[in-house]
């Protein structure tokens, strides 16, 4: 696109089963996602390279998940880890930060630093946040800290304030909802501008068509709906690709506006759904 390449890293798949969707009946859910078992969900990572740069947009999870393949899809696609100049994070979830450390706990990119809004950080470090956590998901808090721990200690770890460019040439977006300080990043312009949105959305069956649907685990249900709805307005008027994170791979295309809801584009043309 322009100047930019984006090469997309698919980390794997996760199952999302559709008893997490809000705001929707079952009947409805099923006819929607063809079925009654879960979607068999992507886990993408968006590479883009500015010609200058290469930035990363999240670096997937790890294999205690069943995904965490990141680093293997980077070496097919020929891209040396320590090229990577900066790691964007969407929000701090472990499908989209466990694969910063590599599997002995060393920096998966040694020469990167990394980059978050200072909101996703202060929320995560909020002794409150960790305290309200169930059992299931204090080892990925653990994973959390250790991971701002080792890039920390070398000075590679920045959380951003509002309004502060994260990288050269990268404009951050405020989506929150599905955590307090969730980040899309805008790269390029115009007809080529590209829009990393992270976890805007997670059935992309479901919420181009519905955006009011949400997930479960959103930390605020009306808050995520209401900034995908603003970001599907938005990116249908100015013709942005976009690219999430748990969309079919490889997950980029762009949205149009219908007269009930939107629907999503592949970038070959053929429309989705
Ligand atoms: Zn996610």
Request: neutral net charge; without cysteine.
């Amino acid at each position: 696109m322009g100047d930019l390449k984006i090469t997309v890293l698919q980390d794997g798949e996760l199952p999302l089963g559709k008893d997490l969707l809000k705001g929707l009946d079952t009947a409805e859910a099923e006819k929607l996602l063809g079925g009654p078992g879960p979607v068999a969900t992507s886990v993408n990572a968006f590479l883009v390279d500015t010609g200058k740069h290469r930035i990363l947009v999240d670096a997937g999870g790890t294999s205690a998940w069943g995904i965490g393949y990141l680093a293997e899809r980077l070496q097919k696609a020929g891209v040396n880890p320590e090229s990577i100049g900066a790691v964007l994070i969407t929000h701090l979830h472990g499908d989209h930060v466990g694969g910063l450390l590599t599997p002995e706990g060393k920096r998966a990119f040694p020469k990167a630093q990394v980059r978050l809004s200072q909101a996703e950080h202060d929320f995560w470090m909020d002794p409150a946040t960790e305290a309200s956590l169930p059992e299931s998901r204090k080892p990925m808090m653990k994973a959390i800290k250790a991971m701002i721990a080792t890039y920390q200690a070398e000075g590679a770890y920045h959380p951003f304030a509002p309004g502060e460019a994260p990288f050269t040439g990268v404009k951050a977006i405020p989506t929150p909802g599905h955590t307090p300080g969730h980040t899309s990043y805008a790269f390029g312009h115009g007809r080529n501008a590209f829009w990393a949105i992270g976890d805007i959305i997670h059935f992309g069956k479901v919420q181009f068509a519905k955006p009011a649907v949400t997930v479960t685990f959103d930390t605020d249900s009306p808050r995520a709906a209401a900034t995908r709805l603003d970001l599907w307005e938005r990116a249908a008027k100015g013709k942005v690709v976009m690219g999430g994170s748990h969309l079919a791979f490889p997950g980029m295309g762009r949205i149009e506006k219908r007269s009930e809801g939107f629907a999503w584009v592949e970038l070959d043309g053929k429309t989705q759904h």
